[in-house]
C-alpha cells in the first residue's frame, strides 16, 4: 500500500503529467493496496473486472474488453475471484498488468492468499502465452521468461 502519495506523484510530475492528465486508472484487484489512491486521479476513467466507471457513470464489460485499441481488460481469476488483467500491446511487445504473481521472479508459485489456485493457474497460462513483459501486483517489470511454452 502507497501511503507516500509522492511515490506516485513525484514520477508523475518528473514526467510532465499531472494527475488531473490521467484518463484512465486500472485495478487488478479490488484489495486496499490496489485501490487507495485512486481519488488522486480525479478526472480518470476506472476500471476493473466488470466494468468501467466514470462519475456516477457503470458501464458492464466482459472479458477481453477493449479500454482503447491495444488496451484490453482480462478476466484473470485467481488470486482474487474478481481479478483482472490489463494487456497493452505496443511496437516493442505485449505487456501484461496482472496480479496472478506478486513479485519480478514470478512467486509466489502457491498464493497462500488465492481465492482458488486452480483458476490462478489457469489463468497464468492464459498470461504467458500472451506477454512478452509482466507487471506484477508488487514488484518491478520484468520480461517473461515462459512465452512460448
Not at 506516485?8 to 479490488?30: E, N, Y
Not at 519480478?104 to 488465492?114: R, Y
Not at 512478452?132 to 512465452?147: A, L
Amino acid at each position: 500500500m502507497v501511503t507516500d502519495r509522492t511515490l506516485i506523484l513525484d514520477p508523475l510530475t518528473k514526467a510532465g503529467v499531472s494527475p488531473q492528465d490521467v484518463t484512465h486508472v486500472f485495478i487488478s484487484h479490488h484489495h486496499p493496496d490496489h485501490t487507495v489512491n485512486i481519488s488522486l486521479f480525479p478526472h480518470a476513467e476506472v476500471g476493473d473486472f466488470w466494468g468501467m466507471y466514470k462519475g456516477d457513470l457503470w458501464r458492464d464489460h466482459g472479458d477481453s474488453y477493449e479500454v482503447t485499441p491495444g488496451v484490453k481488460v482480462l478476466r484473470t481469476p485467481g488470486h482474487t475471484e474478481e481479478d483482472a488483467s490489463l494487456m497493452v500491446e505496443t511496437g516493442e511487445g505485449i505487456y501484461v498488468l496482472t496480479h496472478l504473481w506478486w513479485l519480478p521472479d514470478m512467486t509466489p508459485e502457491h498464493d497462500p492468499l488465492a481465492w482458488s489456485q486452480t483458476k490462478l493457474e489457469e489463468s497464468r497460462s492464459k498470461i504467458v502465452t500472451l506477454a512478452d513483459w509482466i507487471i506484477p501486483g508488487h514488484g518491478h517489470m520484468f520480461k517473461n521468461p515462459r512465452k512460448g511454452q
